[in-house]
Every structure is written in C-alpha cells, then in structure tokens.
C-alpha cells in the first residue's frame, strides 16, 4: 500500500518533502498498478480477518493477490497462511 510506504519514509527520515515526492515518484510507475480498495474487496479481507487473525493492512494485500490469482511475496509467515 502507498500510504505504508510513504509512512515509513516520513517516520524513518523525519522528513514529510521527501515522503511526499516518493509517493508522487511510485504513482509515477508504469509498471505497477494500483487497486482500489472496494466494497468487495474489504470484505474478502474481513474474512481473512477473521479466518487468518491477520492484521487488516496484511488481509487487504491478501485479498487483492486472490482478486488477481497473483502470488502474494512475503516473508510474513503468518501471512503466507491467507494466500
């Protein structure tokens, strides 16, 4: 998700400029498509919610890489159960 990663880098460098032109950087990515987080996709990741004890950030990754029959890469073991 866009928002974890911007997040991250204004966290981490303690700095909202550079956070900011990174996000504008990646929506920039030809090659990287951006899901919208819609009603059917929150509730395929409500019940991994509750079938996996995901976290709702973790479900969310989950059930677009179901949507999209796409592998899910992670070094979350917990995470790799909801695939």
Known sequence: MLDEVVASLARKQNN?????NWM?????LSH???VA???DLA??????VARYRQRGSD???AAVARR???ALVTLD???EVAQ
């Open 16 to 20: 909202t400029e550079l956070a900011l």
């Open 32 to 34: 990287i498509t951006f």
């Open 59 to 61: 479900a969310v990754y």
């Open 37 to 39: 987080l819609d009603d």
């Open 24 to 28: 504008e950087e990646i929506q920039r």
């Open 68 to 70: 999209f029959a796409a």
């Open 77 to 79: 073991a917990e995470q």
């Open 43 to 48: 509730q395929a990741a409500a019940a991994i």
